[in-house]
């Protein structure tokens, strides 16, 4: 595949360990090229695997709400909250 600029990039929230996440979606709103930017890199990896091609609200219910250790959000919580963002603007945009 092409090297290209991603869709959509999210800054999440400090409490985690990634810094950003960067994903694209295709018109179906399945998701493709997921990156994180920091955080548990082979844990992130495998995420990023297991999600390629998933419709995103199918991610977001899996996903939503899922926390890390004491704090009340975690990366894959955060990339729930990057999909519903990237789906509340694509709708904004119809």
Same mark, same amino acid.
């Given at each position: ?8 990039t999210?800054?999440? +929230?400090?409490?985690?360990c990634?810094?950003?996440?960067? =994903? +694209?979606l +295709? ?7 997921? @990156? =994180? =930017?920091?955080?548990? #890199?082979? #844990?992130?990896?495998g ?15 899996? $996903?939503?709400?899922?926390? %890390?250790? @004491? @704090?009340?959000?975690? %990366?894959p919580?955060? $990339?729930?909250?990057?999909? @519903?963002? *990237?789906?509340?603007?694509? *709708?904004?945009? +119809?």
């Amino acid at each position: 595949m092409d090297e290209h600029e991603p869709q959509y990039t999210y800054e999440t +929230d400090p409490a985690v360990c990634s810094q950003a996440i960067q =994903f +694209d979606l +295709d018109d179906d709103a399945h998701i493709h090229n997921t @990156r =994180f =930017f920091g955080g548990c #890199n082979g #844990n992130l990896n495998g995420i990023s695997k297991l999600i390629e091609d998933m419709p995103a609200e199918q991610v977001i219910e899996l $996903l939503e709400g899922t926390p %890390c250790g @004491r @704090r009340p959000t975690s %990366c894959p919580d955060q $990339l729930a909250h990057a999909l @519903r963002e *990237a789906l509340e603007k694509r *709708a904004a945009q +119809d």
